[in-house]
């Protein structure tokens, strides 16, 4: 039996719900063998949530370690600083066949608006290798600039990160703009526009948006298209999000 290998690009976190830990439970509930190259440790501290990005030339050496592995698809998540994004942009640019899935993720703390919007910067040049992007509400206002707060505004801003550079933009409204759904919106490369609703559930929701990028790639790597990748993974989430532990959605195993 043929082993598919798909690879996350993401950082580490320590409660295990989000982060590498939800891309390689998610891989595995696909039946794919998941490689990590990490960007980052992470730490609950006084101060609250720490990020420690993970030194740039030793994860350069991740990079380069994984240099021969043929992979089928590739997840990238939380990069910590524009060096570590500079290495996964020169590593993407040398595999442009290979399905990629860019979670945007923009860490937002009190005073640091200027390094978000750096890296904000940053990603959009990540945008044309990306097959999908799935930026949460919060990220895709910053990195389209357009104020979201229905879903005409959220096709408007997946139009707009498409001009950017983006071939398929799933928006993740999530239940922000909604009391009784989760509501996520899919503007693809022709143009078309998918509603992806789902009924919200109130239990623990750590790690679903690294999941659900996941469950994409896992989808891509499989041999769907965008549309059944992202239709697949909103129902995985669904599940993941219904058998959810207090530290976050990993403990849905797909049958």
Same mark, same amino acid.
């Given at each position: 039996?043929?082993?598919?290998?798909?690879?996350?690009?993401?950082?580490?976190?320590?409660?295990?719900?989000?982060?590498?830990?939800?891309d390689l439970a998610t891989f595995t509930?696909?039946?794919?063998?998941g490689f990590v190259a990490q960007t980052?440790?992470?730490?609950?501290?006084?101060?609250?949530?720490?990020?420690?990005?993970?030194?740039?030339?030793?994860?350069?050496?991740?990079?380069?370690?994984?240099?021969?592995?043929?992979?089928?698809? @590739? +997840?990238? =998540?939380?990069?910590?600083? /524009?060096?570590? #994004?500079?290495? !996964? &942009?020169?590593?993407?640019?040398?595999?442009?066949?290979?399905?990629?899935?860019?979670?945007?993720?923009?860490?937002?703390?009190?005073?640091?608006?200027?390094?978000?919007?750096?890296?904000?910067?940053?990603?959009?040049?990540?945008?044309?290798?990306?097959?999908?992007?799935?930026?949460?509400?919060?990220?895709?206002?910053?990195?389209?600039?357009?104020?979201?707060?229905?879903?005409?505004?959220?096709?408007?801003?997946?139009?707009?990160?498409?001009?950017?550079?983006?071939?398929?933009?799933? @928006? +993740?409204? =999530?239940?922000?703009?909604? /009391?009784?759904? #989760?509501?996520? !919106? &899919?503007?693809?490369?022709?143009?078309?526009?998918?509603?992806?609703?789902?009924?919200?559930?109130?239990?623990?929701?750590?790690?679903?948006?690294?999941?659900?990028?996941?469950?994409?790639?896992?989808?891509?790597?499989?041999?769907?298209?965008?549309?059944?990748?992202?239709?697949?993974?909103?129902?995985?989430?669904?599940?993941?999000?219904?058998?959810?532990?207090?530290?976050?959605?990993?403990?849905?195993?797909?049958?």
């Open positions: 039996m043929k082993t598919d290998y798909i690879l996350t690009i993401a950082g580490n976190d320590v409660l295990s719900g989000g982060g590498m830990q939800a509930a696909h039946s794919l063998y980052c440790l992470t730490a609950v501290t006084e101060e609250g949530f720490e990020i420690i990005p993970v030194a740039t030339d030793i994860f350069q050496k991740q990079l380069d370690s994984l240099a021969q592995v043929p992979f089928v698809a @590739i +997840k990238v =998540g939380l990069l910590p600083n /524009e060096a570590i #994004a500079q290495s !996964v &942009l020169d590593f993407l640019k040398e595999r442009p066949h290979i399905p990629v899935v860019l979670d945007p993720v923009l860490v937002f703390k009190e005073n640091e608006d200027q390094e978000v919007a750096r890296m904000g910067e940053f990603m959009r040049q990540l945008f044309p290798l990306a097959t999908v992007i799935t930026p949460n509400l919060k990220e895709a206002q910053l990195l389209s600039q357009l104020s979201l707060i229905d879903t005409a505004s959220m096709e408007a801003a997946a139009v707009k990160l498409q001009a950017i550079g983006a071939h398929h933009a799933v @928006i +993740k409204g =999530g239940a922000r703009l909604t /009391e009784d759904e #989760a509501l996520d !919106v &899919l503007v693809t490369e022709d143009g078309s526009v998918e509603h992806l609703c789902a009924p919200l559930l109130k239990r623990n929701n750590q790690g679903a948006g690294c999941t659900f990028a996941s469950a994409i790639a896992s989808g891509l790597a499989r041999g769907l298209s965008v549309v059944e990748a992202t239709r697949a993974a909103k129902d995985f989430v669904y599940q993941a999000i219904a058998f959810s532990n207090d530290y976050g959605v990993t403990q849905y195993e797909k049958n």
